[in-house]
């Protein structure tokens, strides 16, 4: 399911997600024509002007390394309470052949993890799914605070990420691992 900080593969365009009245883990479905490769959402609240917690979906058209990000909000709730989302912006994470710490960035899709890592408080940490191992982190809007090769370039597996506060002093960490793929 969707968590705060968490990840799942899903193949989307336009997102929708719901859960119902009794607490059950919400589903998200993917629909629509378009991309390929990895897609992954996290939440969290990246939206000041929004109450409610944000989706941030990775997505990918293919192996050429193009992956965007697109942002949802919450739009409607139904009498069963399954909710549905909109899009509220999408930008690219990472650009086919982009140069990161000196490699080509190669990956199909991203892992996405949201968290208080950015100065102003809550971003998206993208993680490559395949390919070179790099980490990006970006604010709401998609501007680019920090980017760095996590793993040794030949290691070619991409990188998981997550965000939580580890040692408790109240900063967020950004944890790393290798993405060996779904």
Known sequence: GVRRGGERERRHD??????????????????????????????????AASPDDEIAVSQASGTDGNVEVSVYSRVDIDPFGRITWGRQTTFPVFAANEIIDGFAVTTDGATV????????GNGIVAGSASGTPVVRVVDATGLVVADWLTYPPQTNGGTSVAV????????AEIVTVPYTGP
């Not at 993890?113 to 102003?120: M, Q, R, S, W």
């Not at 939580?164 to 900063?171: E, K, R």
């Open 14 to 47: 336009d997102l929708v997600a719901g859960a119902d009245a009794r607490g059950q883990e919400p589903e998200v479905r993917a629909r629509g024509a378009g991309v390929d490769g990895h897609a992954g959402p996290s939440a969290g609240d990246l939206l």
């Open 113 to 120: 993890a949201v968290g208080p890592v950015t100065p102003l």
């Open 164 to 171: 939580a506060n580890l040692d408790g002093v109240g900063n």
